[in-house]
């Protein structure tokens, strides 16, 4: 009978393999035989921690995903009748602020990067299980700070900023001047932060174009 490795940082050292290999390959794309070998632990390791690899997925999501999302809501919790900047900031700083954290930060910023790619089914699972609280919370924030938005407007708004956080995040950090000759400091972390509030707030009080079907 294989022995069930039970250290404190077995679980840790399965979740740090899942996360880095998750993150290069996608979801579908890793095998649980992959990520055993990589964590260097057995087969009966995996399934005592997590049963699946559905469930070890959710587990490395939620290690980062958790603390970030509450702070997002202490954030917003603070404010008793906040800004546009305000609301978007509370939104978008706790994510700027893991993509800096060198302890596997970056790596879960490139795989929720990633999530964009995988089949939309999957994808939007993720983002009911994970993120619905915050989203309902928030889309209510913004719709309170600008009334003149239709509802639907709010979550769609909402849903282009959630993209050019994905990818505002990936550039963090990267070479970047073969695209702009060095006209841009993409280490400058606080900097790409401060535009795409100020960027984001400014979207947010543009007028609803006529024409477009609202529900």
């Known amino acids: ?17 899942a996360e ?27 399934h005592y921690h997590y049963r699946s690899k559905e469930a070890l997925f959710d587990a490395v999501i939620l290690r980062r995903l958790e603390p970030m999302n509450r702070e997002r809501l202490v954030l917003l919790e603070g404010y ?21 954290d060198p302890d596997g930060g970056r790596t879960f910023i490139r795989l929720m990067g990633r999530l964009f790619g995988e089949e939309m089914s999957f994808f939007s699972h993720v983002i009911k299980q994970h993120f619905g609280v915050v989203l309902e919370r928030f889309t209510r924030a913004l719709h309170a700070a600008a009334p003149e ?7 769609w708004r909402l849903f282009i900023i959630g993209g050019a956080l994905g990818h505002s995040l990936r550039s963090c ?7 702009h000759g060095g ?19 400014a979207g947010f009080r543009a007028p609803v174009l006529p024409g477009v079907r609202h529900v």
């Open 1 to 17: 009978m294989t022995a069930v490795e039970t250290k404190p940082d077995t679980k840790q050292r399965i979740l740090d393999s």
């Open 20 to 46: 880095r290999l998750f993150a290069q390959y996608g979801f579908a794309g890793v095998s649980l035989r992959a990520i055993i070998a990589d964590a260097k632990v057995n087969l009966a390791a995996i």
């Open 80 to 100: 008793e009748q906040p800004t546009l900047e305000q609301i978007l900031e509370a939104f978008l700083a706790p994510a700027f602020r893991l993509s800096a």
């Open 149 to 155: 938005l239709p509802m639907s407007e709010v979550f």
């Open 173 to 179: 950090g990267q070479n970047l001047d073969e695209l």
């Open 183 to 201: 006209l841009c400091d993409t280490s400058d972390v606080e900097g790409i932060l401060r535009r795409l509030v100020s960027f984001s707030a």
